[in-house]
């Protein structure tokens, strides 16, 4: 079993729970990245392309959590090996801005030999790896290559230099085009990524697509942080069940899969300014530095845009969301009080009729550390019907994933809309979502967990019969001589420790009213057993407690 498979703990630095991981990432393929310096256009695009490369790397190598990235040749482990890809970034930053090829045909054929080179590395290394190892599973690889040449044209000298290799392994063969702002248009057949595959081509089973982005950094990073996206393909992830539109048992079920969307924050080993949680309010309590104890300052956040309803993304948005309403904080005097009520009501108001959102950033209160400028988190403020606000942590640009989804400019065919159409009618109707209404059995699953798990301590309990023929011996009635006092009795070696909690009588708010009443009748309490080796157990034992007597007894 791999690591990933295992407990990991947590990624957040700040949260010791132990988590289970998912293995959704299993059969992720080996990558190779393959690089074009040809000149004339290698001195622009060599310092964008190690820019992007530095920002992904740094990222993929930091990332808790499923391994998403295996393998990166020459082969090697990515997750915590950034100071030695990063050495590989630098070497190519190295090469002069001339290049190191002469002649674009040149390139070509170099480029031909490249993919079969590093087939070549792969089949070795998956020969030479044991069979125990966790990347063992892999055996396929995907090969990614980087040049300045028309796209078209390098697809089509690959397709007839590749025609006649071994390509089992060879899972996609991907062919970025990078190109400046005036050559958009020039040998390009769509925005989109083109897929292309001949019949006498490539092998069975095989792809080679053609992706032409902009020489910009974060383009190269949008082409890079595909890899950190699952890429199994072997079986559909969601079944949407919907009601048969007809007197069908079958209900009509929509097969989908799922996407993510940006990279959860806990899955990055670092403490921003302002935490990445939002489980509690002390999530948003700054920490002074060199010390978990939380200041007593409060944290600022500093709206920096205004935003409009509609433009703003649900599936940018994580974490749990906080409701913020205005502060009634006792040592606040009355005005200053009633003036930030009004504040608070007016902003309310102000959103929620013009449909405005805010766009917040967190203001450090410590000037940052020299290890660099310190992470800046940004939430979105959004307006309710009541006097409050509700705030929501955004992602950035560094977590966020490509989500190219097509927009569709067709109209769905009628026979499918009928079965839809049908299928919604057999569902009620609610204007507002009421989650009194929704119940998860949350409440029966925690209550057979704890009733019918293994206890956490060695707690010997017996049944209720045996509890009913302690109270009442054969030999007779139990007498008055027999009872343990309840004062002044000396604790020792094998003696048996009582303490007694009395809860407030119904009648009475005063604490002197909190004694125990006379002695009247019998329950059973929790005895504490102890044995020769020091181990203890809990046993029901008699104990005489008055008629109005709710105290818990253990001894």
């Known amino acids: 079993m791999s690591l990933d498979n295992r407990k990991r703990p947590a990624g957040s630095s700040n949260s010791g729970n132990l988590v289970f991981w998912s293995s959704s990432f299993q059969r992720q393929p080996a990558r190779v990245l393959i690089v074009e310096a040809l000149p004339p256009w290698w001195s622009e695009t060599c310092p964008v392309l190690c820019d992007a490369l530095d920002n992904f790397l740094s990222l993929a190598c930091s990332l808790d959590g499923p391994c998403r990235i295996p393998l990166l040749s020459p082969f090697v482990q990515v997750r915590g090996n950034l100071a030695r890809l990063h050495s590989c970034v630098e070497e190519l930053r190295s090469i002069p801005g001339e290049g190191c090829i002469r002649g674009a045909a040149r390139g070509g054929e170099l480029l031909q030999q490249a993919v079969l080179d590093s087939l070549q590395q792969f089949k070795q290394y998956i020969r030479h790896t044991s069979p125990r190892n966790q990347f063992s599973n892999n055996t396929s690889v995907e090969v990614t290559v980087i040049t ?27 062919v970025v085009q990078i190109y400046s702002a005036g050559e958009w248009g020039q040998d390009t057949p769509s925005p989109e990524a083109t897929h292309t595959k001949t019949d006498e081509g490539l092998m069975l089973g095989t792809e080679i697509d053609l992706q032409q982005v902009e020489n910009t950094v974060f383009a190269m990073e949008t082409v890079l942080k595909m890899w950190l996206q699952e890429q199994g393909g072997d079986r559909e992830h969601l079944h949407l069940l919907l009601p048969s539109p007809l007197d069908s048992p079958i209900p009509v079920c929509v097969k989908c899969d799922m996407q993510e969307r940006l990279i959860s924050p806990a899955l990055i080993p670092l403490t921003p300014i302002l935490g990445v949680k939002t489980e509690s309010i002390r999530d948003f309590l700054p920490v002074t530095k060199g010390s978990a104890i939380h200041s007593l300052q409060p944290q600022r956040l500093r709206a920096i845009k205004v935003l409009h309803a509609d433009g703003v993304c649900e599936s940018v948005l994580y974490g749990l969301p906080l409701v913020i309403r ?230």
């Open 148 to 174: 300045s040449q028309p796209g078209r044209g390098i697809v089509r000298h690959l397709e007839m230099g590749l025609k006649d290799a071994d390509l089992v392994s060879l899972k996609r063969l991907l």
């Open 326 to 555: 205005p502060t009634t904080c006792w040592q606040l005097d009355w005005d200053e009080m009633e003036s930030n009520h009004n504040l608070f009501h007016a902003l309310c108001h102000t959103l929620r009729s013009r449909d405005l959102f805010l766009l917040l950033q967190v203001e450090p209160i410590q000037r940052p550390t020299a290890g660099g400028l310190g992470v800046c988190s940004h939430y979105v403020l959004q307006p309710s019907q009541s006097l409050s606000l509700l705030l929501k942590p955004v992602s950035s640009r560094e977590l966020l994933l490509p989500c190219s989804l097509p927009v569709s400019t067709q109209d769905p065919s009628p026979d499918a809309m009928q079965i839809l159409q049908g299928c919604l009618t057999q569902l009620a109707e609610e204007f507002v979502l009421n989650p009194l209404s929704l119940s998860s059995n949350l409440y029966q699953q925690l209550r057979s967990r704890g009733l019918f798990s293994q206890p956490r301590f060695p707690y010997r309990l017996q049944p209720a019969a045996a509890q009913r023929d302690q109270a009442q011996p054969p030999e007779g009635p139990k007498t008055t001589a027999s009872r343990q006092p309840r004062q002044g009795r000396q604790v020792g070696t094998n003696s048996k420790v009582r303490a007694t909690v009395a809860p407030l009588p119904s009648s009475s708010t005063s604490f002197s009213a909190m004694r125990p009443p006379p002695a009247k009748a019998t329950r059973l309490a929790l005895t504490i057993l102890s044995n020769s080796r020091g181990s203890r157990a809990l046993a029901p034992s008699q104990q005489e407690v008055g008629d109005d007597d709710d105290s818990m007894v253990i001894q």
